[in-house]
Structure formats: structure tokens, C-alpha cells
């Protein structure tokens, strides 16, 4: 049977996500989808709450939900932005980052390290998987520019 790109993509997703649960033990305390939302704020911090959504492919509540427990363990910042006031910026705290380099580092080494080992090519798999993910981001949408003018931020190129 010939498998399509979407169904092998699945695969190889469910397949880390299992590595990942197979990793973590009673000492770990944050789950996978944590250490992704840590990890793409280590990225892009500090970020208004619904880039992080859009970074993360989740929706805005979604969000709001995965940011509670991380926010009350001190993980993350979440205020309103000064240059906005109806934005919520978040950024990684200083405990978030240490718990991050603790438990998610670790974790995507292990896997380049296993990718290796078997005579995977890793550093092309990432460049790929970067290219992919963008052709597969949809584009902004484009708004008025009077929309712009009235969030006060300049309208992107």
C-alpha cells in the first residue's frame, strides 16, 4: 500500500509523541505539549498570546487553557502589553527556561542522536521539515490598512 505524504507525517508525529511519553516518568512534571509550548516561546518571547497560538497551531483559548498551569508553577509571564492594553504578551520565566533545558533539550537530542545512530539523515530531515512547514503556513491575511492604523502597529510587508 502506498502511503501519502499527510499519512507518514501522522506516522512519524505519533511515533516521537510515543518516544516522548516512553521518556517521561513520575519525576518528569511537564507533559509534551509543555515542553512545546516552552519551547516555542524560548523562540519567539516575548510573544502576544495569540502569536503564540498561531506559532503553535492552536486556537487563542486553546492557549489560554495550556498557559494557566504553567503560569501558576512560574514557568511563565503572562501581562497585558503596555503598547496595547487589550494584548496579553508572555514570556519564559527564568524557572520556565531552566525547566525547559532540563527536560526538553534532553528530549530532542535523544531523538537526533537515535536519528543518527541509524544512518538517518537529520540535519536534512530539519531543513526539510522547516521549508515544509513553511509552504504549509498559510499567509497572513491581509486586513486594511486603516485596521492596521487602528491597532496601532505598522501593517507588515
Known amino acids: 500500500m502506498d502511503e501519502g505524504l499527510a499519512e507518514l507525517?501522522?506516522?512519524?508525529?505519533m511515533l516521537m509523541g510515543d518516544?516522548?511519553?516512553?521518556?517521561?516518568?513520575p519525576d518528569r512534571r511537564l507533559s509534551t505539549s509543555q515542553?512545546?509550548?516552552?519551547?516555542?516561546?524560548?523562540?519567539i518571547q516575548p510573544a502576544t498570546q495569540h502569536r503564540l497560538a498561531e506559532a503553535l497551531a492552536l486556537s487563542d483559548p486553546a492557549v489560554s487553557r495550556a498557559l494557566r498551569p504553567l503560569e501558576a508553577e512560574g514557568y511563565v509571564a503572562v501581562d497585558i502589553d503596555p503598547a496595547h492594553r487589550r494584548r496579553r504578551l508572555v514570556t519564559l520565566?527564568?524557572?520556565g527556561q531552566a525547566a525547559f533545558l532540563a527536560e526538553g533539550k534532553p528530549?530532542?537530542?535523544?531523538?537526533?542522536?537515535?536519528?543518527?545512530a541509524a544512518g538517518f539523515p537529520y540535519e536534512q530531515y530539519l531543513a526539510d521539515t522547516h521549508r515544509l512547514a513553511a509552504l504549509l503556513t498559510p499567509a497572513p491575511q491581509r486586513r486594511p490598512a486603516a485596521a492596521w492604523e487602528a491597532d496601532g502597529a505598522p501593517e507588515p510587508e
Open 107 to 116: 528530549l530532542e537530542e535523544e531523538f537526533r542522536t537515535a536519528l543518527l
Open 35 to 43: 515542553l512545546r509550548l516552552l519551547g516555542t516561546l524560548e523562540e
Open 19 to 25: 518516544a516522548a511519553r516512553r521518556r517521561s516518568g
Open 93 to 95: 520565566t527564568p524557572a
Open 9 to 13: 507525517l501522522y506516522r512519524v508525529v
